[in-house]
């Protein structure tokens, strides 16, 4: 047993240190000698990669980021040991990513580490959750708003299936994400939110 307790330990680090890597700020230093946190919105993750860097590279960071989440939500299948439910480990990863060791305790907004956690743990879900994100952003051009409004949809369905385990970390992550978007509410109420260059609400904003 004081193996197994290890064993969780060891992995928990791990998770957390995946979670931790930085890498739109890495990605930005290594190929463009930009650090993003310096320019747009000063945020690490995909979306201001992809207005900074551009797709290419926020393409890269977005991968990155899946893969956190999903290969620490594995850990548990790497290290064969079934004692702890490995959303746990996703959920390291995903503090990790938030509160990086790599970047003075601060980080991104999770989404996409998020998904990863979801890849690993149950596929239906995140190509449901990928699905209903990809719309929201085509009818809205806002990718803070399709992330908003994805979140709470996976918790619906989570509760339908009656994972219980994962419905509970589908609320608080809902939650963790509302409220760590909470200037893009802001800015979405006052017609202000950044858009992507396509999608219906970009032309109807270009319209006026």
């Excluded at 890597?21 to 000698?33: C, E, N, Q, R, T």
């Excluded at 207005?51 to 590279?57: F, M």
């Amino acid at each position: 047993m004081n193996s197994e307790i290890e064993k969780i330990i060891l992995m928990l680090i791990l998770a957390y240190l995946l979670g931790s890597i930085p890498s739109g700020v890495w990605i930005g230093k290594a190929f463009f000698h930009i650090d993003i946190r310096q320019h747009g919105s000063g945020n690490i993750g995909t979306t201001n990669t992809y207005r900074v860097l551009g797709p290419i590279a926020g393409t890269i960071v977005m991968a990155m980021d899946i893969s956190k989440g999903a290969v620490a939500t594995l850990l548990p299948v790497f290290f064969n040991s079934n004692l702890v439910n490995p959303l746990l480990f996703g959920l390291a990863a995903i503090l990790g990513h938030t509160f990086s060791i790599f970047d003075h305790f601060k980080g991104g907004k999770a989404v996409a580490t998020s998904a990863g956690m979801l890849l690993a743990y149950k596929p239906s879900f995140f190509f449901l959750a990928a699905g209903i994100w990809v719309v929201i952003i085509l009818l809205t051009s806002m990718v803070s708003l399709a992330s908003i409004i994805t979140f709470p949809c996976i918790a619906i369905a989570t509760f339908l299936v009656h994972d219980t385990y994962l419905f509970i970390l589908a609320v608080i992550l809902t939650i963790f994400i509302v409220y760590r978007h909470r200037t893009n509410i802001n800015r979405i109420f006052h017609g202000t939110e950044s858009m992507v260059p396509f999608g219906l609400g970009n032309v109807l904003r270009n319209r006026r």
